[in-house]
Each structure stands twice: as structure tokens, then as C-alpha cells.
């Protein structure tokens, strides 16, 4: 089941940046309720309080008794912790979406899916796990709420897979989802593909140079008239 905690909120007039700033110095952060009879509800919640309930939570599904304090009085309202935003720089929280349920009501919402243990198949045959659907669609009350699925892996082999009829569900928790939906499956190793060496290529043949035959010496013309 999600975990459910108590967390103290004021309810607020002013709203716009300039409000949330002067909030963030006083340690608070600025939050909206919506959702349910009463409608949505500007608040504002302690920063240290809220930052140790998503530090303790496994999954996405956080289910929060809101004690509101408004004009004196204080009312209870339970709701899921819908959005956080962050700071893109620091990280930090500065604005938390609650939506506003109904115990008696089913709830419409997401669960994320882990898988436990060591495939068969990776760990003998060094197979590869991989993990096709990350979260699943489910409907059930919020006290049936789980924060996360976990999904055994550790039987798969080469080839194995599982679906989502493959999932066990806590009682109370149901799902739409396509039954064939591939969750989980282990594919074979990866084969390096072995590059064969480029072949050895012979020297490039050089161009034959003929060289032009030299003119032998023509005989030397004798001078006068040749001695008897």
C-alpha cells in the first residue's frame, strides 16, 4: 500500500511569484489542493516537511492526510501528492500539486513496475534484461494504493518474457492494460561482429620509362688530304 502520512498546510489568499519568494525565505513552499466537493485551495506547507515525505517514499504514489488550517479552523482532506516541480538549478521543491480523493472512490492513476532478482538468463548465459513498460495503469480504492510493483525476473532464460497477465496484483488493485503488453523480456548477448583485416594489396606498378637512345658520334670529317 502507498504510503500514507500526515502533513500540516495553511490555506492562502495571495498567489504570483513575488508571493512564492517571500514564502521560500520563510521556509515554505507554495501548494494548491484540487479535486473533490470542496474544490481547489491555494496552500502553503512547511519545506523541511515536504521534503521528508517524498525522501521516504518509494514510488510516485504518496497518499497524504492534509491538515488545513483555514480561517481558524482546521479540516482533514486526503489526497495524493499529484505534481512536485523543481528548481531547473538548485533542484529544489517549489510548488506541490495534492489532488483530492475520495476513500470511498477508486482512484485512476500510474504505479511504477521493478523488477527483483537476477535473470537466469544474464546471469549464466549473459543475457541482456530489458524492460519494455515502465509503469503500469491501475484503478482501486487509496487504501489499496501500492507505492510500487515489484516483478520476480529472476526465472527468465534467453528469450523469456513477461506480460502484464504475467503480474501479480495486490487484492483490491486492478488494471486495464493490454494483457499482451510485454513488461519484461531477456534478449541474447549482443555478438561483436569480428571486422576482417583489409587484404593486402601489391605495390602499385611503376610506369616502365624508356629512355631515348642516345645518337652515337657521327665520324669525325678528316681535315687535308690524307698522307700516303
Do not use: W
Request: aromatic residues 2%; proline residues 7%.
Amino acid at each position: 500500500m502507498a504510503k500514507q502520512v500526515k502533513l500540516s498546510a495553511r490555506a492562502r489568499t495571495q498567489i504570483g511569484g513575488t508571493v512564492a519568494n517571500k514564502l521560500k525565505s520563510q521556509g515554505l513552499i507554495p501548494a494548491v489542493i484540487y479535486g473533490g466537493k470542496e474544490g481547489s485551495l491555494p496552500l502553503q506547507v512547511g519545506a523541511r516537511d515536504i521534503n521528508n515525505v517524498l525522501a521516504h517514499a518509494l514510488g510516485e504514489n504518496i497518499l497524504v492526510e492534509l491538515e488545513i488550517e483555514n480561517a481558524g479552523k482546521v479540516t482533514n482532506r486526503m489526497a495524493l501528492i499529484q505534481e512536485v516541480q523543481h528548481a531547473t538549478l538548485t533542484g529544489g521543491v517549489v510548488h506541490v500539486d495534492f489532488h483530492a480523493v475520495n476513500m470511498d472512490e477508486d482512484l485512476h492513476t500510474t504505479v511504477p513496475l521493478e523488477p527483483r532478482g537476477e535473470p537466469a538468463g544474464v546471469k549464466s548465459a549473459g543475457g541482456i534484461l530489458e524492460q519494455m513498460l515502465r509503469a503500469l495503469e491501475i484503478q482501486c480504492l487509496p487504501k489499496d494504493l501500492p507505492e510500487v510493483l515489484y516483478i520476480d525476473v529472476s526465472g527468465l532464460n534467453i528469450g523469456d518474457s513477461i506480460h502484464v497477465r504475467d503480474i501479480p496484483l495486490p487484492a483490491g488493485v486492478k488494471t486495464s492494460e493490454d494483457a499482451d503488453l510485454t513488461v519484461f523480456l531477456v534478449a541474447a548477448p549482443a555478438v561483436a561482429e569480428v571486422v576482417a583485416p583489409p587484404a593486402a594489396t601489391a605495390p602499385a606498378a611503376q610506369p616502365e620509362v624508356i629512355k631515348e637512345k642516345k645518337e652515337e658520334p657521327a665520324a669525325e670529317k678528316k681535315t687535308g688530304s690524307e698522307k700516303k
